[in-house]
């Protein structure tokens, strides 16, 4: 982040707003508070550069006055708490910028109206000690009623714990109070490494790892199983984004137990927290003692008795639209992907055997037991019904079954003409060679059918291999192609090819841009494409929740060249802040 002042400003726009929504969250869901604080302040610094400053002058020009009043509160509360015989350390401090500039948009206030700018944290040895100091600041100071937090009986997801009261002081000047453990304070700085580091270190010396056998870390658990279950990494990262920035509730089982769930979280939720079982089998719900619906929000506090039976039928699908955690909604999504398994399994086997049909083969000729297993065994599938469903829901392309069909199947046949045509052909030492239309010359071949791929769109200049396919001679790909790696998994059909040197012809190819969104952005891109020379086939844009804009432009283009030139054209215009050539 401290590298940004060197980018343009889009750039630095676009890098502070990553680190604000992504990563600063994620720092405080760790527990890592140090981390949070200082992304958080950076990013604040770039978003908002008038009010950051705004903020930095206030606190500076009464910086003297403030130092003074919470130096004279930190005397006076450890006289008293030494009187107790209570051992602790006090400490004052400011509150970062970013809490500050939060607190002034929420309450609409400006600084001069904001006046616990600065806090006192308390550190002793024991919880005892936590809620004895406790006692000692509400004696001497008035707490402000409803600022009062015990995150020491009632811990964040992230290990924090603290307790927090606001007070007031001389002439009602507002300031507030943290106190903990010197372990909790660990913790709250560096997060779950402290946790882990300290228990290692305190474990007589020996370095065997540690089992956290309480739900501390239920969090990181839940979001590896996020990631299993999502189907793509933007949607991951979508999940990711959602359940970091949500806001928490807690609620308690008829047992006194805590779960700690998203704002507006349902019973629904509360279930799938206790086991996924729960959530399967759940028919109706008690909060606080009486029947009531199981899309009811629930609020801090409240306590939640879920009603099972062995006759549910499982899930609604309906559920989804109320839900709040990833947690329910992934399990949900699981169990209807379990239960259409049979279904999943028969569309498989049709998707699999329409294909066959069109390249005018018998479902018999490919689908040999042998030929079955290796595509099994290729994938990972456990079984072929595994296999099937997963062909069925579409999480396996049908095309990369038929393609590994086939394959098994040249193993035992004659390739048809063409393909030994060029196979042999290939070996041969040419004379002269002419290129095909598209301007590829394959070596050893004269004139021979090649298609450019579709995936990558090749352009002259561009690095290429071909690829000898079944009846449809030679596919040429880029040598950074994302299909390449499974084309060498077929040495044998790989045949070298080059452009010819007096090439002339359009190309297409597919270019994206990322940029900040503003009015006018997609005129003033189209407005370097006119004066370029490439020739516009198609546009597509879509803007993200964060007002980035993606457009995806299709354009024919001569050469390599040509591309580069228009990609460095692109990247002048005002807003964008990176120009990418798809890879396929």
């Not at 990013?43 to 950051?52: A, G, N, Q, V």
């Not at 006194?256 to 028919?283: C, R």
Request: glycine share 6%.
């Amino acid at each position: 982040m401290r590298t940004l002042k060197f980018l343009k400003r889009d750039r630095q726009i676009a890098n502070a707003r990553e680190t604000a929504e992504l990563y600063a969250p994620l720092a405080n869901r760790l527990g890592i508070y140090s981390l949070k604080w200082e992304l958080e302040d950076l990013s604040f610094k770039y978003l908002y550069p008038d009010e950051y400053h705004e903020i930095v002058v206030g606190l500076d020009r009464k910086r003297d006055e403030r130092l003074e009043f919470i130096n004279q509160i930190k005397d006076n509360i450890e006289e008293k708490i030494k009187e107790e015989g209570i051992e602790a350390e006090v400490t004052g401090r400011a509150k970062h910028l970013y809490s500050i500039y939060r607190k002034m948009e929420r309450d609409h206030k400006n600084l001069d109206q904001i006046y616990d700018l600065f806090a006192l944290r308390i550190l002793v040895h024991s919880v005892k000690d936590c809620y004895a100091v406790l006692g000692v600041v509400h004696e001497n100071y008035t707490p402000m009623p409803g600022r009062f937090k015990d995150y020491i009986a009632v811990p964040k997801k992230n290990m924090y714990q603290s307790i927090h009261t606001t007070l007031l002081g001389t002439k009602g000047t507002p300031f507030e109070v943290q106190i903990r453990t010197w372990d909790m304070h660990r913790t709250a700085e560096f997060g779950i490494a402290a946790h882990w580091a300290y228990k290692e270190a305190s474990n007589s010396g020996k370095k065997s790892s540690i089992v956290v056998t309480d739900d501390k870390l239920s969090w990181l658990r839940e979001t590896l199983e996020w990631q299993k279950n999502a189907d793509t990494p933007d949607e991951f990262l979508n999940i990711l984004k959602t359940e970091l920035f949500e806001d928490e509730v807690y609620v308690f089982t008829p047992k006194g137990g805590i779960k700690v769930l998203p704002a507006g979280a349902t019973p629904i939720d509360f279930a799938y927290s206790i086991h996924e079982q729960v959530g399967h089998k759940m028919v109706g719900c008690k909060i606080n003692n009486k029947m009531m619906p199981i899309i009811t929000p629930l609020e801090s506090g409240d306590i939640v008795d879920i009603i099972t039976s062995d006759q549910s039928k499982g899930p609604s699908r309906d559920w989804l639209k109320f839900v709040k955690s990833s947690t329910a909604k992934s399990r949900i999504n699981q169990w209807y992907k379990k239960a259409e398994r049979a279904q999943n399994i028969e569309k498989g086997k049709d998707v699999i055997e329409k294909e066959i049909k069109k390249l005018g083969m018998k479902y018999s000729e490919l689908m040999r037991d042998e030929w079955l297993e290796a595509v099994q065994e290729r994938y990972k599938y456990n079984t072929l019904d595994d296999m099937y469903a997963s062909v069925g829901f579409g999480a396996l392309s049908v095309n990369k079954v038929i393609a590994k069909l086939l394959d098994e199947y040249r193993k035992e046949h004659e390739e048809e003409d063409i393909e030994k045509k060029i196979e042999e052909l290939a070996n041969t030492k040419p004379v002269r060679v002419k290129p095909s239309r598209t301007g590829v010359v394959v070596k050893g071949i004269d004139n021979c059918l090649v298609k450019l791929s579709k995936c990558c769109n090749p352009l002259p200049g561009d690095e290429i291999v071909g690829y000898i396919t079944k009846g449809r001679g030679v596919s040429v790909h880029r040598t950074d192609c994302a299909n390449i790696n499974d084309l060498f998994a077929e040495e044998n059909r790989m045949i070298d090819v080059y452009w010819y040197d007096d090439i002339k012809g359009t190309y297409s190819v597919e270019i994206e841009v990322l940029a900040n969104d503003r009015a006018g952005l997609l005129r003033d891109i189209i407005k370097q494409l006119d004066n370029s020379k490439a020739r516009l086939m198609g546009v597509n844009t879509r803007t993200t929740k964060t007002d980035i804009a993606i457009i995806n432009v299709m354009v024919e283009l001569e050469n390599i060249d040509e591309l580069n030139k228009l990609v460095n054209q692109l990247r002048n215009v005002e807003s964008v802040y990176e120009v990418n050539r798809k890879r396929g």
